[in-house]
């Protein structure tokens, strides 16, 4: 163990009871690096506002549809978006609240003066 100038023993103890295990870490990590591509961040941008298809989607963002679904099927994955079907279309949208917060903090923290 490395030698310090101070004992931090207590605090060491306290943080070592409260660890995250290292999976859940790593899950952690998965979500965020979801969030780590322009065009998924476009995607949960219109879907925070609409429930969409992947061609409104395509239309809004003036990206291919087949670009729109690989992307989509990446936030399926990650659980940020779920999809549902209505007759022989199938609609997007934001998981849960989560998500649209976890996008919101990042654009406050972003556009924060």
């Known amino acids: 163990m490395a030698t310090t100038c101070c004992d931090h023993s207590k605090e060491v103890e306290r943080v070592k009871k409260n660890l995250i295990e290292e999976e859940t870490l790593y899950d952690i990590a998965e979500l965020f ?6 065009t998924r961040i476009k995607i949960i941008s219109v879907l925070k506002e609409e429930e969409l298809c992947v061609g409104a989607i395509s239309e809004l963002l003036n990206i291919s549809q087949s670009a729109i679904s690989h992307q989509l099927r990446a936030l399926k994955n990650a659980k940020i978006v779920k999809h549902t079907r209505h007759g022989k279309q199938i609609f997007y949208t934001l998981d849960d609240e989560h998500i649209k917060k976890i996008y919101d903090m990042g654009l406050e923290h972003i556009t924060k003066g």
């Open 33 to 38: 690096k979801a969030f780590a591509d322009t």
